[in-house]
Antibody, heavy 122, light 110 residues
Framework: QLQLQESGSGLVKPSQTLSLTCAVS??????????WSWIRQPPGKGLEWIGY???????YYNPSLKSRVTISVDRSKNQFSLKLSSVTAADTAVYYCARFPVSLGYWYFDLWGRGTLVTVSS | QSALTQPASVSGSPGQSITISCTGT?????????VSWYQQHPGKAPKLMIYEVSKRPSGVSNRFSGSKSGNTASLTISGLQAEDEADYYCCSYAGSSSVVFGGGTKLTVL
């Protein structure tokens, strides 16, 4: 059974770059033609879509974050990653990775990681 | 790209039915049958409950149903149970290969 697990620094200083990785286990990240996404949730607030990487490698980002976000895939390690630059306290959130079968024509998130809290503070 | 509008909270007694609304615009909810709903219990990851407005993934109870009229999508939970108490989020395709979430609704089972 496919599982997703986020990892990365839990504390990032303001103006620095947040880096997270989502490890895919129980199957290959390259099989099935799936796309992979990041979503975040500030403490006590709602969900915000960050972006996704298509199975072909094309990326699509939330316009409000586009200038600061990079999502990439490392197929040899069966994982995908998120980088968010120039962070501020407003970027403090639980970050989720999720499977997004958009390349198969489905616009929903059908499998989620457990999430990881990232705090931006000096 | 503004968040979809959901009521902050709804409540109901066990056995009753409740409906959560999700209002968007003609650029998102109103133009595409690509609305999904997620259930989130405290400290847990969201779980897909409904996709493409009214379809249920395998394993989701048929007490959960979805619909859409114009720019507003709705999630209805019938036969309310204590385990349904959670936060619920809608999500819609918003054009230009993007998606947008609703602000979330806290469901309290009285």
């Amino acid at each position: 059974q496919l599982q997703l697990q986020e990892s990365g620094s839990g504390l990032v200083k303001p103006s620095q770059t947040l880096s997270l990785t989502c490890a895919v286990s129980g199957g290959s990240i390259s099989s099935g033609g799936y796309s992979w996404s990041w979503i975040r949730q500030p403490p006590g607030k709602g969900l915000e879509w960050i972006g996704y990487i298509y199975h072909s490698g094309s990326t699509y980002y939330n316009p409000s974050l586009k200038s600061r976000v990079t999502i990439s895939v490392d197929r040899s390690k069966n994982q995908f990653s998120l980088k968010l630059s120039s962070v501020t306290a407003a970027d403090t959130a639980v970050y989720y990775c999720a499977r997004f079968p958009v390349s198969l024509g489905y616009w929903y998130f059908d499998l989620w990681g457990r999430g990881t809290l990232v705090t931006v503070s000096s | 790209q503004s968040a979809l509008t959901q009521p902050a909270s709804v409540s109901g007694s066990p056995g009753q039915s409740i409906t959560i609304s999700c209002t968007g615009t003609s650029s998102d909810v109103g133009s595409y049958n690509l609305v999904s709903w997620y259930q989130q219990h405290p400290g847990k990851a969201p779980k897909l409950m409904i996709y493409e407005v009214s379809k249920r993934p395998s394993g989701v109870s048929n007490r959960f149903s979805g619909s859409k009229s114009g720019n507003t999508a709705s999630l209805t939970i019938s036969g309310l149970q204590a385990e349904d108490e959670a936060d619920y989020y809608c999500c819609s395709y918003a054009g230009s290969s993007s998606v947008v979430f609703g602000g979330g609704t806290k469901l309290t089972v009285l």
